[in-house]
Nanobody, 125 residues
Framework: VQLQASGGGLVQAGGSLRLSCAYS????????MTWFRQAPGKEREFVAT????????LYADSVKGRFTISRDNAEMTVFLQMNNLKPEDTAVYYC???????????????????WGQGTQVTVSS
């Protein structure tokens, strides 16, 4: 499995960006796909996830109502639509994938076997 994240950039506060994570490998539909982010000097943190099979979604409280995660199983891509961006959203965003992640472990970085290279999102005030 390989993941390729893209779509980051520089945007003003209140603006929008759409991140993409292209997946290569088999059985994409069965993988839980998750976005994490890491700001300078901080630990990597959970942003949003979409489960394989059910496509159930879960969001961090800090992005709920502003970010939307979705997946296109035919294109084997997961998206993160980010609206009303804030300076505190500035970070490197990573996509991650794994199978068989239980509900209680979705937010943990240790639950994921595969990671993309990250894409920088910078929000200016």
């Amino acid at each position: 499995v390989q993941l390729q994240a893209s779509g980051g950039g520089l945007v003003q506060a209140g603006g929008s960006l759409r991140l993409s994570c292209a997946y290569s490998g088999g059985a994409f539909k069965t993988y839980t796909m998750t976005w994490f982010r890491q700001a300078p000097g901080k630990e990597r943190e959970f942003v949003a996830t979409i489960r394989g099979g059910s496509s159930t979604t879960l969001y961090a409280d800090s992005v709920k109502g502003r970010f939307t995660i979705s997946r296109d199983n035919a294109e084997m891509t997961v998206f993160l639509q980010m609206n009303n961006l804030k300076p505190e959203d500035t970070a490197v965003y990573y996509c991650a994938a794994s199978r068989g992640v239980i509900l209680s472990a979705l937010r943990s970085t240790t639950s994921y076997n595969y990671w993309g290279q990250g894409t920088q999102v910078t929000v200016s005030s």
